[in-house]
């Protein structure tokens, strides 16, 4: 089982429509949780982090956590084509003292 | 503040030479890191450090080196280039282990 596991996509979605990116990771007791958009050739940059179970909301982004199912999830509500990227997940392992990126998912809107 | 800052942006090395990739930061963050990121892939750690003097392997150290003499500094050498070392190089840091990572803007690097 790989430690962190994500759609590679391409996810389609038409312009103001809601993106729901998901994630499940390996280790039972991971506390932090980060979520990076990475646009093609650029580097990753932060724009969601969670440590509670449950949903954290900044502007159009919202995450949630269930920490017993090992799934984190990003929603970008009022989808805009300037968030077409790949979003990578990633868990800070415990068990391992390391942030394990996931491979990514590829979001593209469609104007 | 410049953030963390990477050169050079490019680099083409033949097989079996060397080169060093330079990081600095200006956050004053004591955690560094280097990952490399393969097409379509995720972030790999190479090496990272807690702090001046103090480093540690990720999970593909192998042909790398690292050193940390100040806070500021984490550059990476690669001896002995080879065509799977093609890839692009990133490098980042943080205030502690469990805190956001922030990325500079990557070294792409091929090895023919």
């Known amino acids: 089982q790989k430690e962190v596991e994500q759609n590679s996509g391409p996810l389609s979605v038409p312009e103001g429509a809601i993106a729901s990116l998901n994630c499940t990771y390996s280790?039972?007791?991971?506390?932090?949780f980060f979520w990076y958009r990475q646009y093609s050739g650029k580097s990753p940059e932060l724009i969601m982090s969670?440590?509670?179970?449950g949903d954290k909301e900044d502007g159009r982004f919202t995450a949630q956590l269930n920490k017993a199912s090992q799934y984190v999830s990003l929603l970008i509500r009022d989808s805009q084509p300037s968030d077409s990227a790949t979003y990578l997940c990633a868990p800070w392992m415990d068990s391992s003292y390391k942030l394990i990126f996931g491979s990514g998912t590829r979001l593209l809107v469609r104007p | 503040n410049a953030g963390v800052t990477q050169t050079p942006k490019f680099r083409i090395l033949k097989i079996g030479q060397s080169m060093t990739l330079q990081c600095a930061q200006d956050m004053n963050h004591n955690y560094m890191y280097w990952y490399r990121q393969d097409p379509g892939m995720g972030l790999k750690l190479i090496y990272y450090s807690v702090g001046a003097g103090i480093t540690d392997k990720g999970e593909v150290p192998n042909g790398y080196n690292v050193s940390r003499s100040t806070t500021e500094d984490f550059p990476l050498r690669l001896e002995l280039a080879a065509p799977s070392q093609t890839s692009v190089y990133f490098c980042?840091?943080?205030?502690?282990?469990?805190?956001?990572?922030?990325f500079g803007p990557g070294t792409r690097l091929t090895v023919t």
């Open positions: 980042a840091s943080s205030y502690t282990t469990v805190y956001e990572q922030y």
């Open positions: 969670i440590y509670s179970n």
């Open positions: 280790d039972r007791v991971s506390q932090s």
